[in-house]
């Protein structure tokens, strides 16, 4: 299955952007989809993550901003952030995982998209 992201681009500091991920196969063989991006510098650091239960998980920098949710009709993936701040600025990748735990790690990803940028900058 490959992963396709989209809906990257230039926002203004409180401003919102929502990624999606699409894939050319059935995402409901995946336990769980992901998100992950990759600030300028540093590593890549997992975002959020949904279970096929529908069970969702966020890092504490993106809680209460970000959403992930997935439609298994449509294959895809999607990730509303809202408030965004420059240190939102990286590249953002979709992953999928036949897991259900350790879901912060990229290991227990084996299905990775390319990556779509978002840029937070006035």
């Known amino acids: 299955v490959q992963l396709q992201a989209s809906g990257g681009g230039l926002v203004q500091p409180g401003g919102s952007l929502t990624l999606s991920c699409a894939a050319s196969g059935f995402i409901s063989r995946f336990n769980t989809m992901g998100w992950y991006r990759q600030a300028p510098g540093k590593q890549r650091e997992w975002v959020a993550s949904?279970?096929?239960?529908?069970?969702?998980n966020y890092a504490d920098s993106v809680k209460g901003r970000f959403t992930i949710s997935r439609d298994n009709a449509k294959n895809t993936v999607y990730l509303q952030m809202n408030s965004l701040n420059r240190e939102d600025t990286a590249v953002y990748y979709c992953a999928a995982s036949p897991f259900l735990t350790g879901l912060t790690l990229q290991g227990r990803y084996n299905n990775w998209g390319q990556g779509t940028q978002v840029t937070v900058s006035s």
């Open positions: 949904i279970t096929n239960l529908d069970n969702t």
